[in-house]
């Protein structure tokens, strides 16, 4: 048996039987649960094994790698900015950005680049390393990428993209001229205390990072039943949406290279993301109940809880394959994809079954992390358990 460390308050014990069943039924490695209701740490769970060929113990300073979960934590940065007003959704990108009009792009907004709705998912011009550790670099190939659709006809998953777009505009409105992940521990982790990073710092103890037990992308044909067929077919398809759009430079399509050091040295805003459960669920936390700590305003808090205005073209996701809704960085509920109390609830799950999430109605703040990576989409089993947990602690019904 998994050894199980951490605490819960009286009334959550269902939430740890299940983190613990994770371990004895559900194949799990190495992971952590944190839950904040009303401002309060009421779950933080950890347990399992941060290297499984070592053997050394997941504990309680561990942090992992949590891939797209990485975009709801790099979306509080831009909306921290938005309540200091250094910029409107609905502004066009090109008011802050004027480089960026270049390509027919002048008219995409704010809102809907961070939605997922302007075609750009993908960049055509081949980056690597060199590239992608000089903002400048960056910003000058995102910034000429021409729009693979009409922007606001229909949406497309920016898997890769939407951190350096994100990035940009915070170092174009930023009075300092900060990356996001500069803006984040300035701005976020250090006013929460909490331990999170986008780009891991030159002197991070590296024995702290748990080790992924990633697979391989050839290894989703043999779970078609988790994943949509049409997304692992076009996933392999070099020619395709979804495989250009994770795949530039070519290691960035590949998991186990994110336990690289020089993959979790550079910042990928939407991908590369190293921290703690406890720290993600503080700041969903925060966002979830009113963000007073962070000077976040009734506006800024209002927009993320607002549904998402759907494309003319319908739900359908262009690269994921799947009916989805997102806004603001964030994945939203909706018909096909239901998590929190209400549809005011955002987050971003993460590949292999990481999901960080605000759900304002409940006054939740909830993180799962995990070393061993799942196969589904969106939901692994092991993080609903959990989840499913916790409202049944607080007699709270899930959509």
Not at 105 to 113: F, S
Not at 324 to 331: D, I, K, R, V
Request: glycine share 10%; net charge negative; aromatic share 10%.
């Amino acid at each position: 048996m998994a050894k199980i460390d951490g605490s819960v308050e009286p009334g959550f014990e269902k939430v740890r039987d299940e983190f613990a069943r994770n371990f004895s039924e559900r194949n799990e490695l190495g992971a952590a649960v944190s839950i904040y209701h009303q401002g309060k740490k009421v779950v933080d769970l950890w347990g399992g094994q941060r290297n499984m060929q070592t053997g050394e113990p997941w504990e309680e300073d561990t942090c992992v790698l949590v891939f797209s979960t990485t975009k709801g934590v790099s979306s509080m940065a831009v909306a921290h900015a938005h309540s200091k007003g250094l910029f409107d959704y609905d502004d066009t990108v090109a008011q802050h950005w004027p480089e960026f009009a270049e390509n027919g792009k002048g008219e995409i907004t704010i809102r809907q680049l961070f939605s997922h709705k302007a075609g750009l998912c993908a960049i055509d011009e081949p980056l690597d390393f060199a590239k992608l550790s000089d903002p400048d670099q960056v910003a000058r190939a995102i910034g000429m990428q021409k729009p693979a659709w009409e922007p606001g006809q229909r949406q497309g998953y920016h898997g890769i993209t939407l951190g350096w777009y994100e990035s940009e505009l915070l170092r174009r409105v930023d009075p300092q001229k900060r990356t996001i992940g500069r803006y984040f521990q300035d701005e976020i982790a250090k006013p929460l205390d909490i331990e999170f990073y986008i780009g891991l710092p030159e002197d991070f103890p590296r024995d702290r990072v748990a080790v992924l037990d990633a697979y391989a992308p050839w290894q989703m044909l043999f779970h078609l039943n988790k994943l949509p067929w049409q997304f692992v077919k076009n996933f392999l398809n070099p020619k395709s949406i979804t495989s250009r759009s994770f795949s530039n430079p070519r290691v960035l399509g590949l998991p186990r290279r994110y336990n690289d050091v020089d993959m979790q040295s550079i910042e990928l805003p939407a991908s590369n993301g190293i921290g703690q459960a406890r720290g993600i669920a503080k700041a969903y936390g925060e966002f979830a109940t009113g963000g007073k700590n962070l000077g976040l305003t009734a506006e800024t808090l209002t927009a993320l809880i607002e549904p998402s205005d759907l494309p003319t073209g319908g739900s359908m996701d262009e690269v994921l394959h799947i009916n989805s809704s997102f806004s603001l960085g964030y994945l939203k509920p909706s018909a096909d994809i239901k998590f929190g109390s209400s549809n005011h609830s955002f987050g971003t799950p993460g590949a292999g079954g990481s999901l960080g999430f605000a759900d304002p109605d409940a006054g939740i703040g909830y993180a799962y992390t995990m070393n061993r990576m799942g196969f589904h989409l969106l939901f692994d089993p092991r993080e609903q358990a959990l989840r499913s947990a916790m409202y049944d602690c607080l007699g709270i019904e899930q959509l």
